[in-house]
């Protein structure tokens, strides 16, 4: 969202703060009404870049709403997902490390909005240590946690619990059982052959777990999805749920 001037909105007021962003919402008052002032909101469009691989960072993002998928880039250009991001998180944690090289991409997936913070804000209230250290530090476990559980499936599980498991975890992001995504799209995510994934899709389809026509897919039975899954879906909710449970006990 934009203001009149086209300039993204900034969060001034505490009484605002509710930002929707669930890493965010769990800071103390004294860390908002610092942060707050220069957190811009500004609009995530499905194909953008927020970052390249091997480029410099200047922000991180906090998504409101949408999905952004972090795609490892191989030396042929070839990319895989490693992880997604949704409002439970933010994108582009790397540059409290190293802000001048990354070895993913982030792009988005699901249109949304989020809140931007520049680099310079992020890397002075991490080094007050505290609350807002220890909720992207505890974050970070988390992404790295679904980053593992990622390689795994993806070596170990076959494709339709592969499907099955991204499906879950990209709705559960987008907070809708719909979403709009070619299977082409979702074949390169997972590193997958299109007519794998279109296989895969019309098993599904004709178990009436989901329905899919023209980019538009429908979670029509989200039980029985998990059901077909792998452990891998589980597992990664389970962790985000110890994650969000720790913070709220901050």
């Not at 991180?60 to 250009?77: A, C, E, K, N, Q």
């Not at 913070?117 to 991490?126: G, T």
Request: a neutral charge.
């Amino acid at each position: 969202m934009h203001g009149p001037t086209g300039t993204p909105e900034r969060m001034n007021k505490l009484q605002d703060w509710k930002t929707t962003n669930r890493l965010l919402d769990q800071l103390p008052d004294d860390v908002c009404e610092r942060v707050g002032p220069h957190l811009q909101r500004v609009p995530l469009v499905a194909g953008k870049v927020l970052y390249e691989s091997s480029a410099q960072q200047s922000h991180i993002y906090f998504p409101r709403t949408g999905v952004v998928s972090l795609l490892y880039v191989m030396d042929d250009g070839v990319t895989g997902e490693i992880a997604m991001v949704g409002n439970e998180g933010a994108v582009g944690i790397a540059v409290l490390v190293d802000s001048m090289a990354t070895p993913t991409r982030a792009e988005v997936q699901i249109d949304g909005e989020a809140w931007m913070l520049k680099s310079e804000m992020i890397d002075a209230e991490f080094k007050r240590g505290g609350p807002f250290q220890l909720i992207l530090l505890r974050y970070t476990q988390l992404m790295l946690s679904q980053m593992a559980q990622a390689v795994i499936c993806n070596r170990h599980h076959s494709v339709e619990k592969q499907l099955c498991r991204w499906l879950l975890l990209a709705c559960d992001r987008a907070h809708s059982e719909r979403l709009q995504l070619t299977q082409e799209a979702i074949s390169n995510l997972l590193g997958v052959r299109r007519e794998a994934i279109s296989e895969a899709a019309s098993r599904l389809q004709d178990a009436k777990l989901i329905s899919y026509s023209r980019g538009n897919i429908q979670l029509l039975d989200r039980d029985g999805l998990e059901a077909r899954s792998c452990g891998c879906y589980q597992a990664v909710r389970d962790e985000q749920a110890r994650m969000m449970k720790s913070l709220r006990e901050l």
